[in-house]
């Protein structure tokens, strides 16, 4: 087992390295962090017996302690996983965020199982990933039918802005020049108005330079091949093999300015494809729809924010 050490996040979290071998770029790890549990919850506790995994999005890293609270006060074992070249994993010379297939990410997360210990221990999982996060978990646990019990979906992206047609017309492209030129630029599609809204809520922690940047990561034709890919696959039906609940806003903005709404709607991600698409991945789903939320319900102002742990503590109470 590896060796844990205190986290940027301070008192009650620590993370641990998980060295995942090498590529072009060098070095390649992912970063699993940890929420110690409430002693008291750890005994009584309605998720005593549950170990939790979290995934984050795109140009993102896990900082989200209330959410972790929320678990560890119901004695889950907590802990988040900042992927290969994300966040905590990010190293100097690397392409952030880039991957070529969304399935390189099984090894992250095989590493932070066995980390974490749950299946040898008996526990039970329940899979948490958010936008990006929240296709990959997705993928993963159709991949791997009977490891998680459970899976929650925060605004994944499990389809394209553009929705299906617009993927579809698009792919063709996309892999081609993925094929001869994965690693160029694409032009800069974040304007900046969903950091922007998250700033003006006061959700949005000073976090350590260059892991969340105001207007992403840039996109490489290679990542983005990956990302259709996975909507494909989503699109054809999957099946996660577990129960699923799918928080999203109850709207979206998306516009080329900025506008007030993005305060209280998700100016990512359309969220009404998302709904389509999330009724594709298991026998059992339940879609709940958070008015006021922005694209992270957990980061919303804070009666959205409310509703989002509302409808997550009730879901987990039917499921534990």
Not at 133 to 162: C, F, I, Y
Not at 218 to 236: D, E, M, Q
Not at 306 to 312: Q, V
């Amino acid at each position: 087992m590896g060796e844990w050490h205190p986290d940027i996040l301070g008192d009650g979290f620590e993370q641990q390295t998980l060295p995942l071998g090498s590529d072009t770029e060098g070095e390649v790890v992912a970063t699993l962090v940890r929420s110690r549990p409430h002693p008291g919850a750890r005994l009584f506790g309605e998720l005593r017996e549950t170990d939790v995994l979290y995934v984050h999005g795109w140009s993102d890293y896990f900082f989200q302690a209330d959410l972790a609270r929320f678990f560890t006060d119901r004695g889950a074992r907590f802990c988040a996983l900042d992927l290969r070249k994300y966040g905590r994993s990010l190293r100097p010379g690397q392409t952030p965020g880039y991957v070529a297939a969304l399935d390189v990410y099984d090894a992250d997360i095989e590493a932070a199982l066995d980390a974490m210990g749950t299946k040898s221990a008996g526990r039970r999982l329940l899979l948490l990933g958010h936008s990006t996060g929240g296709l990959t978990l997705t993928l993963w646990a159709a991949r791997h039918p009977g490891v998680a019990d459970a899976l929650v979906l925060n605004s994944p992206w499990l389809e394209l802005q553009l929705g299906p047609l617009g993927r579809q017309a698009l792919a063709p492209i996309v892999n081609a020049r993925a094929r001869f030129d994965p690693l160029g630029t694409h032009p800069v599609v974040d304007l900046g108005f969903y950091t922007r809204a998250q700033r003006e809520l006061g959700t949005l922690p000073d976090g350590p330079e260059g892991w969340r940047p105001a207007q992403g990561f840039p996109t490489h034709p290679g990542w983005l091949a990956a990302i259709i890919a996975g909507h494909a696959r989503v699109a054809s039906g999957v099946d996660v093999g577990c129960p699923t609940l799918v928080l999203l806003s109850a709207r979206s903005t998306v516009t080329l300015g900025w506008s007030d709404a993005m305060r209280e709607t998700d100016s990512v991600l359309v969220v009404d494809d998302i709904a389509r698409a999330a009724t594709r991945i298991a026998r059992t789903v339940t879609i709940s729809r958070i008015e006021g939320a922005v694209h992270d319900v957990f980061l919303s102002a804070p009666a959205a924010r409310a509703a989002a742990f509302d409808a997550l503590g009730s879901w987990v109470g039917r499921i534990a």
